[in-house]
């Protein structure tokens, strides 16, 4: 465990000192890129800064944004251009804001209170419009957009992650109940050998006793035959004490008190009785059956018509055995209700996770026979083919309870706390032919899964809840820059019209004279002039008296152009000249 904890902690620190390298490389550039640059200001402090930002994105994501958002700040006072490259920083980290914390109010009022320190800064330094359509609308972009992001593939990753264990959940749980129905069943099977064995054996001594008062014996004949019914009896006695440990799973319910001597047909009779709709009919001679084969066909019979009267009430059921020189062939098919029929019954189906089909797979396969159960053209059939003689071969995982190809393997699931409705009996009907009391004895649904639809489980509504929770940051993420989108491009779209109209193109520049009329030189100039000269430009030294306006020598929106200066006294052109863009 501590050298797991140690790789991650490495791993955790190799990321760290990656990132920062990528950081410092968009630095480098910016610095290297720059005319004039500090290398204390402009290079040392944000490596320091990203050397300290970049470990807190771990464990103070908001720290961390808030550090470089202040480096972008110190950028506002640049008097050259507001931007660096300090934000893409601001937005690597602002991923990490977003991916790292789950909760969206705080990281929700970090972005806004950087957003205001970004305007502060500009109003107490009185910047000109394009660094507050800088600080307006980039530096904003640069911390929610990422910041979207980082929720998004968060949202993301959560709803992978929650799938897999509910994944592995379903499947570890699937594993137990069928292991359970297989232990469970076995231990019927051990109940019915001491059933049957048990009563030969009884039979064996009470044969022993009765050849002791024979009085053609000698006495050595009547000692052996005395410990001979003695060891039988004790044999008899170690049954039921190993099949006693044997049938008592932890439910305390694996059919005891089925009838012993009980056949198929009494079976069917009784349920004929209480009023299930049964057309059954025997082919082929019978032949002698061993008990455990006898059992196995009664189980096979008793578990269809259980699952017909629970989930499919009053639909009729056809049972048919049809005996071979080696084998017997159970077939047992009902109808599957219509969504209506179950409402005009007045029963609604059942719901289990078929225990009772598997543990009925784990009796044929111990027997040596096979089972399939499957739904064909609106009916559920259920057929098995048992062996006249066991047969011992290799055990294998039982298979799922639907074995069409092609077919989703129907699995409802019961609701926690909703009671399972028992069909109605006869009095005298065994306990297994009843539709079970219990979630334990739920079996496979032959139909249509409404009982999901209706009760759906916890796992679902966990996953439903995830994948909701996704979708409203997926929306979030696609909305939140639609409304940024509508926020901010008027204002850019006002500010590219305010550049672009006001262009002196250079051949103009060269028309103009000076000492010439404001009037006769109106038709060569711009149909305003440049609002946001920088201060170098401004204060730049002028005839006495005049009234300067500048204009821009270009129609480049991104990059600095030259801005042409024109001096008036009154309306006449005193002066002309050039400054430049940055400043010398």
Known sequence: MLHARTTSAGSARAAD??????????????????ATASLTTDLLLPLAVLAVAVPWSRHRPAAAVVLVNGLCAVGLADPATPGNTHVLPLAALSFLLGSRVAAARSPLLVLAGCSAVNLA??????????????AMSVLPAALLLPWLMGR???????????????????????????????????????ADMHDSLGHALSLVAL?????????????????????????IADAVEQLRDT????HDPPDGNTGAGLPVNDTVEDLLSRAVASGVPVRWERRGAESPLSPLIARGMYRVVQEALTNAVKHA???????????????????????????????????????????????????????????????DAGRFHVTAVLPHQTTTRPRTPTPEPMTTPGRPTQKPVTAPGTPTPEPVTAPGTPARAQAPASPSEATLTPGPDTASALFPPESAKRLASVRGEARRRSAVAFVA????????????????????????????????SVGRPRAELAPLLPARAYPYPPDHARSAPRPPDTRCEFYRSGRDLLGDVDLYRLCWYGDTLSAKDTVRARRP
């Open 243 to 246: 099949v006693a440990v044997l």
């Open 17 to 34: 000192a990656a990132l920062w390298a990528a950081l410092a490389a968009t630095t480098g550039y910016g610095f290297h890129d720059a």
């Open 152 to 190: 998004h593939w968060r949202g993301r990753r959560q709803l992978v992650r929650e799938g897999w264990r509910l994944a592995r959940s379903l499947e570890d749980r699937h594993h137990l109940v069928a292991e359970r129905a297989r232990l469970t069943e076995r231990a019927g099977i051990a």
């Open 481 to 512: 820059p639609v409304v940024a989108a509508v926020f901010f491009v008027p204002s850019a779209a006002y500010l590219a019209w305010q550049l672009t109209t006001s262009v002196l193109p250079p051949s103009h520049f060269d028309e103009l």
């Open 207 to 231: 044969r022993a006793g009765a050849l002791e008062l024979s009085p053609d014996l000698t006495d050595r004949d009547r000692a052996d035959l005395a410990e001979l019914r003695g060891t």
């Open 121 to 134: 800064t500009c109003a107490v330094l009185r910047a000109h419009p394009v660094w507050w359509f800088y």
């Open 313 to 375: 009430p009053g639909c009729p059921i056809s049972v048919r055995i049809t005996h071979e020189p080696s084998r017997t062939h159970v077939s047992v098919m009902n109808a599957v209700p219509s969504a209506g029929g179950s409402a005009r019954t007045g029963v609604r189906p059942g719901r289990g996770v078929g225990r009772g089909l598997m543990g009925l797979h784990e009796r044929v396969a111990v027997l040596g026979g096979s089972l399939r159960t499957e739904p």
